[in-house]
């Protein structure tokens, strides 16, 4: 599960869920360790997605602008097994805003880019955080289906490059019985 950090107080925070949820084990246990908030019915505009416990904050983490203000690149990739790759990548660099797709089959390879306005590059920023990517968990796993395609997302913010990842990785099922990557 991602840990997603209060910006008041630092402390990690709690997935909110509004209505009444079906409890069940996991759910009890998740409202024990204090990694779910259940917060009734009444939504606030827009709807905060954490709270923390710590400073009794409820937050709506992914529409912080300086998420997206300190965010220098998104990349998208996804990969197929002997199909190649396609990515795109929109990336700020000094004053110039670039989206670049890439795309190889076998050994062939393409590469495109374009200049984009600062008001396109933060409007294509500030879609992928509403897309609510801070919440997505950091992998996913999908052992029942075959051979196929893997598939990653990764935001580099700031200067020190800290990076946020998302990956998909699917393999066959002899793939998982003899362990092999």
Not at 105 to 130: A, Q
Not at 169 to 178: G, L, V
Request: neutral net charge; charged residues 25%; hydrophobic residues 30%.
């Amino acid at each position: 599960m991602t840990r997603i950090h209060c910006p008041h107080c630092g402390h990690e925070t709690a997935r909110i869920i509004y209505g009444f949820p079906v409890m069940d084990d996991k759910l009890q246990k998740d409202i024990d360790k204090q990694r779910v908030y259940l917060a009734g019915c009444a939504k606030m505009i827009p709807p905060a997605t954490r709270h923390c416990f710590h400073c009794d904050q409820d937050v709506c983490y992914t529409f912080l602008p300086v998420d997206e203000a300190e965010t220098t690149c998104i990349e998208f990739k996804i990969c197929g097994f002997h199909k190649g790759y396609q990515k795109i990548a929109v990336k700020k660099n000094k004053n110039r805003f670039i989206a670049s797709y890439s795309n190889s089959i076998g050994s062939l390879e393409c590469k495109t880019s374009i200049d984009l306005t600062e008001k396109e590059y933060k409007k294509f920023i500030h879609n992928v955080y509403m897309s609510y990517i801070k919440e997505w968990d950091g992998n996913y796993d999908d052992l029942d289906i075959c051979d196929g395609t893997t598939w990653s997302i990764v935001i580099k913010q700031g200067h020190s490059k800290q990076k946020m990842e998302w990956n998909q990785q699917i393999h066959s099922t002899m793939e998982s019985i003899y362990k092999i990557n």
